[in-house]
């Protein structure tokens, strides 16, 4: 739609038996329909959302569910759901932050060493811009605060408006 009269620019259809394929078509498609520059488009990483995420559509549905608790407000129920989200697919790394978190607001903190290693080892899949917060989770498990503070730091130089990794930092 154009903004100016409501207008329709584009329509499109997807079908694909693969939802995180869709995705990926359709994440594709919105680029070129906004004028992305094609240089831009082909030259830019971006994983397809089954490595960002999951390919197994049961993992991404007991995530799903696990956060909506979560953002309701009750996170003993969610554990069990990204529990299960990571039996199904271990490298799930979006699982392994929420539920570091979930662990320390019920209770639970000695499950983190391992979650927080397993953040680690699944973070390649992960948006850049979130590597900082695997890191500084990892660092506070193990107690190195130093190497916490300087991951913020080193975050914040190269992203100087990350107002979430600026909260940590205070």
């Known amino acids: 739609y154009t903004t100016k009269d409501g207008k329709i620019q584009f329509s499109r259809t997807f079908t694909n038996i693969d939802i995180f394929t869709m995705i990926d078509e359709i994440s594709l498609q919105l680029r070129y329909d906004l004028g992305i520059p094609v240089a831009h488009i082909e030259k830019s990483i971006d994983l397809p959302v ?19 608790y979560v953002s309701s407000g009750d996170f003993e129920a969610g554990i069990p759901y990204l529990e299960k989200a990571i039996e ?12 570091s978190g979930l662990y320390v607001m019920t209770n639970q903190a000695d499950q983190r060493l391992n979650i927080a ?11 850049e811009r979130y590597h900082y917060l695997v890191k500084v ?20 130089e190269l992203f100087p408006h990350d107002i979430e990794a600026r909260d940590v930092f205070v």
Do not use: C
């Open 117 to 127: 290693k397993k953040a680690m080892q699944y973070m390649y899949k992960l948006p």
């Open 137 to 156: 989770i990892y660092f506070s498990v193990i107690e190195d605060i130093e190497k916490m503070m300087q991951t913020i730091e080193r975050h914040l």
């Open 50 to 68: 089954s490595e960002m995420l999951t390919s197994s559509l049961d993992a991404f549905k007991n995530f799903s569910k696990g956060m909506g």
């Open 88 to 99: 199904i697919d271990e490298s799930f790394g979006m699982v392994y932050m929420p539920l």
